[in-house]
């Protein structure tokens, strides 16, 4: 336990015994006793050391009669004296130890095989689980040897020489919504930003509902579409952002993609900085709104913080470069795109492998779309794109192949019930003599056919009833 964890804890424990040993008018012995009581029957919470637990009389007395002893310093928590790992004689642990620091990227599993392999120890003397729990009382896990480099690596400023030169990218989890599936619950949206490492400038940002590989694709689209094509962009190790699709596409537009190292954030400071400007500018705004009812929906937070961002973050000084965003992005001319919008929106097109059954349908993303009939039982690459799958390609062996639709049953069947009809009349009729000519013959449509017919039967129902008259 740390010297901070403590002082915490003490002051903890002085706030439940302050009202004895903070007054100015000393109190009764029967007092003192039902007020111990008192207090032993509430409920304390104090994360994460203790959560919804009580204290008996016994310890808050002896709270108040160490803090009168010691002060405050009789408050903390007494310090458990390491213990020596017995189990594992000592010359084997300072070899592990050396293992350790001299590879930290080696696992417990790798330094007990180094250990057995090499002789220092006998096969199946060492627990693994020992030898963790002595790794972490002496500050060697890999977690606390990675903080341990972090310290000793120098760090410094950046910023690149103009727009598009450098994009940073990260998630942010900030805000909940009504949940549309859910009717009566709320669901966590997420925000994903990329920031224009000269500018500060947001050259797109956007929620989603989920964290998956297409929401930071379909970020980069669209910002792209409104700024060119970036050198560099530079992102977290995420699976969002390491994905092989990922790299594919920035290959494909020219673009370096590059991780900061792990357990090393601080190169992404600035986009970590405007989070927290988020978080104390826009979210306390937008929470009012939903909780008055003013943001229902997805769309609606996404448009409100579009116009937070037009109408304060890109038009406010920013406190290092003492320019707006939006004024130091306009000083360079915006890259001219060298794709259309579709060709562009086709580099970024998911594919996904499936085998058409039968009827030439397909299950994409928890749907059923329909592709040419003549491709069923075989296996067909499906390009779309995740968010408007409306136009997906279909291509076999790397061929194209038509597109795929969404399974509408009954479309199939008016289509196929008109295709009937069309070929019922455009086949010849058989010849036939036609009757005579009756004298007095009168040609007439075919309303003038259904009037009549709609007579005859009137007139049957009369005769029926016995409404006609002789």
Not at 11 to 20: L, N, T
Not at 173 to 181: E, Q, S
Request: proline content about 6%; hydrophobic content about 35%.
């Amino acid at each position: 336990m740390t010297e901070q964890e403590r002082n915490a804890i003490a002051g903890e424990r002085y706030r439940m015994i302050a009202g004895v040993v903070n007054r100015a008018t000393a109190m009764e012995p029967g007092e003192i006793a039902a007020w111990y009581r008192e207090m032993a029957q509430k409920r304390w919470t104090f994360s994460p050391h203790w959560t919804d637990r009580t204290f008996s009389v016994r310890s808050l007395e002896r709270w108040t009669s160490d803090y009168r002893k010691n002060g405050f310093e009789g408050l903390k928590p007494s310090v458990v004296k390491k213990r020596g790992t017995r189990a594992i004689a000592p010359e084997v642990l300072r070899q592990a130890e050396a293992i350790r620091r001299a590879e930290p990227a080696y696992s417990v599993e790798q330094i007990v095989f180094l250990l057995e392999k090499t002789g220092v120890a006998g096969k199946g003397t060492i627990q693994l689980s020992t030898l963790s729990r002595h790794f972490k009382r002496n500050g060697l896990t890999r977690r606390q040897m990675a903080g341990e480099r972090n310290k000793d690596y120098g760090f410094k400023r950046f910023e690149v020489e103009a727009p598009g030169r450098l994009w940073q990218s990260d998630f942010h989890h900030t805000l909940y919504l009504p949940d549309p599936l859910r009717p009566g619950k709320y669901r966590l949206a997420k925000l994903c930003a990329i920031l224009d490492d000269f500018s500060r400038y947001i050259v797109h940002g956007q929620y989603y509902w989920d964290e998956r590989l297409p929401c930071f694709e379909d970020t980069l689209k669209k910002a792209i579409e409104k700024h060119g094509i970036p050198e560099q962009c530079y992102t977290d190790n995420g699976s969002a952002f390491s994905a092989g699709h990922t790299a594919q596409i920035c290959a494909r537009l020219g673009i370096r993609l590059s991780h900061n190292l792990p357990y090393k954030p601080q190169g992404r400071g600035k986009s970590e900085r405007f989070f927290q400007f988020v978080d104390s500018s826009f979210k306390p705004a937008a929470m009012k709104e939903i909780q008055t009812g003013g943001l229902k929906t997805l769309e609606d937070l996404n448009t409100a913080f579009v116009a937070w961002l037009d109408g304060y973050y890109h038009v406010r000084v920013h406190g290092t470069t003492k320019e707006t965003p939006r004024a130091r992005m306009a000083r360079f001319p915006v890259r001219p795109l060298p794709y259309g919008k579709s060709e562009l929106r086709r580099l970024f097109f998911v594919e996904e492998t499936r085998k058409a059954d039968k009827s030439g349908c397909v299950s994409l993303d928890g749907a059923k779309y329909e592709v040419d009939a003549a491709l069923g039982k075989l296996s067909v690459q499906i390009r779309y794109d995740p968010f408007d799958p409306t136009d997906a390609e279909v291509f076999v062996s790397g061929q194209p192949a038509g597109t795929a639709r969404l399974l509408d049953a009954s479309r199939n069947f008016h289509e196929n019930t008109r295709k009937k009809r069309l070929t019922e009349l455009k086949a010849p009729t058989p010849t036939s003599t036609p009757p005579p000519e009756m004298p007095g013959q009168v040609e007439f449509s075919m309303l003038d056919a259904i009037r009549r017919s709609v007579d005859d039967i009137r007139r049957g129902e009369d005769v029926l009833y016995g409404e006609v008259k002789a």
